[in-house]
């Protein structure tokens, strides 16, 4: 399978979320955002309106906020205050992280609620759900699709990074197998050469959460075989 550089960089999502990420990582991000027109970049909170500043006329590039991020287990209330306050800096999509222990604890109406007003609350603007893959067996990663169709999310995502695992060609292929075409899988944690990336593409993800170093190797990589 071949992609063209410009087809690779659209569905890359550039993140800069560890706890670590400083407003220098942000900066470098912003510009590769700029020079290569990935489909969008995240950072934390706090650096939300900074990349929004930078990265301002630039329409192709969506900045986008996370939502209770990284652990999920937040209020309802919170994480719709916090997406409220992310849209109004100028974000343009939102992921937000399941609440994975309400998920584990079978309270399944409480989490679609929990995903449903986050989705409300954003509008048109899509809502990627975060559902933390290496914490969840298969039944819960069926579970948790389902009810993030119920809430009207657009995507379902692996994973925050955070956890010790991400995206897997297994998980991704589960929820895709799930939702169908009704909604995008998203794999994040982990994706850091071409050759996952592509794996992860056949087995249904069409976005991509990338830190900035592994976004450049697999653009090099992309280079190298054109």
Known sequence: MKMTLTELVRMMDLSAVRAESDEAEVRAMAEWARKYQCV???ALPA?????????AGEPAVAVGGVVGFPS??????????????????????????????????GRHDEVRADIRAVVDTAGRVPVKVILECHHLTDDQIRMACRLCEEAGAAFVKTGTGWAPTGATVHNVALMKS?????????AAGGVRSLETLIELHRAGATRFGIGLSSAVAILQQCESRS
């Open 40 to 42: 969008a970049v995240f």
């Open 47 to 55: 650096l939300s309106p900074l990349l929004c500043e930078l990265l």
């Open 72 to 105: 999920g287990g937040v209020t309802t209330a919170t994480k719709t205050r916090e997406a409220e306050e992310l849209l109004g800096m100028g974000c343009r999509e939102l992921d937000m992280v399941i609440n994975i222990g309400l998920l584990r604890s």
């Open 178 to 186: 799930c939702v169908g075409d009704r909604l995008k899988v998203k």
